[in-house]
């Protein structure tokens, strides 16, 4: 693995399947084979609707309490193992749970049970899925046929063949606890990832360009240098990045946005302020590299901030704000992009802000229908895709799903007893969740298919919700 340091590129190394003799670097594994990262993940990538990492429950310390029922870890062949640290599961399209493996055994033939990296956060794109593994190292096969232990901090798995690499930078992939701030973000072609991220010889943290499909493997640039106090951030379809930064963390407050284009021309300066909320439009339509930013404001009622649209036309960026006649609106934030235009949430309520690339200067917020009150599950009681937001609320019997384009709301109402813990959303609205039955406190695994108003619990006793550390939707 090499460290460009002048040039600030960090090389994903290609781990080939080459022959190799006598341990790595003198490691002495108790007289068992060594391990090394695999060729290519063991699963196939296309056939896994979502992938799910499950730790011990800090709650209890007992063995009797492990991640996965006995009886399903026995029929589906999984090692529950509670003693072995946090568990990488993959839930395949037809109903299947699988162990992921990233690492094997330098014998093939040994039969030796092999720890897997630590992962912490996962992040798909239209065309890979990227790991996050702090701390991991791991021995790889070199092409000439020599094996050696390096940092493997990233790993990086090619959907259509499960190709593995893996460099030392470490990636914060997930969402920190906020499902709608995210800190990794794609181009609509899914071959460029910005993420936070820091390297062993740069640990601070700023904004990574990783750029997957070069001819030699990924690599990864420092994409915004030298402002290291990113807040949010955000790639529009051809890789254009967005970012949101502190130049000062004496000036908390004072913040700064920048667009910094794909193709290394001038970065463009946007004034922001705190509260800062931005998307971009949907991939496909004629908008698609379009940047739409919510910023200031008081947060209360009557909303008092800016909406910038920035658009690109050729390699040049244009800003234009202006500020949604909101009044008597309970609270707002957050906007996102519907099928008919650009929205903000407002209390319980969505306002169209744009409407065929037009402004709406004096927005109507449409009530959502039969919801007591919204509730957070992972941080916020909403997730979005490209097209459709989809919430989590109280009904005053239950609970229910409201899945929203803009044009028309959907219920998936939930039966009285089931309470979920955690859900996400795929690209086409499709629902996952895990959760627990109020009345017997059985564990259970549901889906909602995309258009679709009917719950379904594909597995109860399975996963205890507890345990599940990352829960992301792949396909």
Not at 320 to 349: E, H, K, R, T
Not at 387 to 400: C, D, E, N, P, Q
């Amino acid at each position: 693995m090499q460290t460009i340091a002048r040039r600030g590129c960090l090389a994903f190394s290609v781990f080939l399947l080459a022959a190799c003799g006598g341990k790595p670097n003198g490691n002495d594994n108790g007289g068992q084979s060594a391990t090394v990262l695999r060729k290519s993940v063991n699963v196939d990538l296309a056939q896994v609707s979502s992938l799910v990492v499950l730790g011990q429950n800090n709650t209890s310390s007992s063995p009797s309490n492990p991640a996965l029922s006995a009886g399903y870890a026995q029929k589906h062949a999984l090692q529950a193992d509670p003693s072995s640290g946090p568990q990488l599961l993959a839930l395949t399209l037809t109903g299947e749970v699988l162990n992921v493996s990233f690492v094997e055994n330098e014998d093939p033939q040994s039969t030796g049970r092999v720890p897997q990296p630590p992962i912490q956060a996962i992040f798909p794109t239209s065309t890979w899925v990227l790991f996050s593994a702090p701390e991991f190292r791991v021995n790889v096969r070199r092409e000439d046929g020599g094996i050696e232990m390096v940092d493997c901090r990233t790993i990086a798995a090619r959907r259509s063949d499960g190709a593995l690499y893996c460099a030392p930078l470490g990636t914060q992939l997930g969402t920190g606890g906020d499902p709608l701030g995210s800190t990794a973000s794609a181009n609509a072609a899914g071959d460029v990832v910005y993420a936070i991220g820091a390297t062993p010889q740069s640990p601070d943290r700023t904004v990574y360009k990783i750029m997957l499909e070069q001819a030699g493997g990924p690599t990864a640039v420092v994409a915004f240098d030298p402002y290291i106090n990113p807040n949010r951030f955000l790639s529009n379809a051809a890789g254009d990045l967005y970012v949101n930064f502190t130049p000062s963390q004496l000036q908390p407050s004072v913040t700064t946005s920048k667009i910094i284009p794909i193709d290394q021309g001038s970065p463009f300066t946007l004034q922001g302020q705190i509260n800062v909320f931005v998307v971009s439009g949907k991939p496909g339509d004629p908008d698609h590299n379009t940047f739409y930013v919510m910023h200031g404001g008081s947060g209360g009622i009557n909303f008092d901030g800016t909406l910038s649209i920035v658009t690109k036309t050729g390699n040049s960026f244009a800003e234009s704000s202006y500020v949604p006649n909101l009044a008597n609106v309970q609270s707002y934030g957050f906007i996102f992009s519907l099928s008919d235009g650009i929205y903000m949430l407002a209390g319980q309520s969505l306002a169209r802000v744009i409407a065929n690339g037009a402004i709406v200067t004096d927005p109507v917020p449409v009530l959502l229908t039969g919801a007591d009150q919204l509730i957070n599950i992972g941080g916020a009681p909403m997730r979005f895709v490209p097209g459709k937001i989809v919430l989590f609320a109280s009904t005053g019997s239950g609970y229910k799903f409201i899945r929203h384009d803009g044009v028309v709301q959907q219920d998936i109402l939930l039966e009285a007893n089931v309470e979920p813990t955690s859900f996400i959303v795929s690209r086409d609205g499709a629902i996952e969740f895990f959760g627990s039955r109020t009345d017997t406190r059985e564990k259970i695994h549901g889906t909602v298919a995309a258009g679709s108003t009917e719950a379904i619990i594909v597995s109860a006793g399975v996963v205890d919700p507890a345990q599940v550390i990352v829960f992301t939707r792949i396909n």
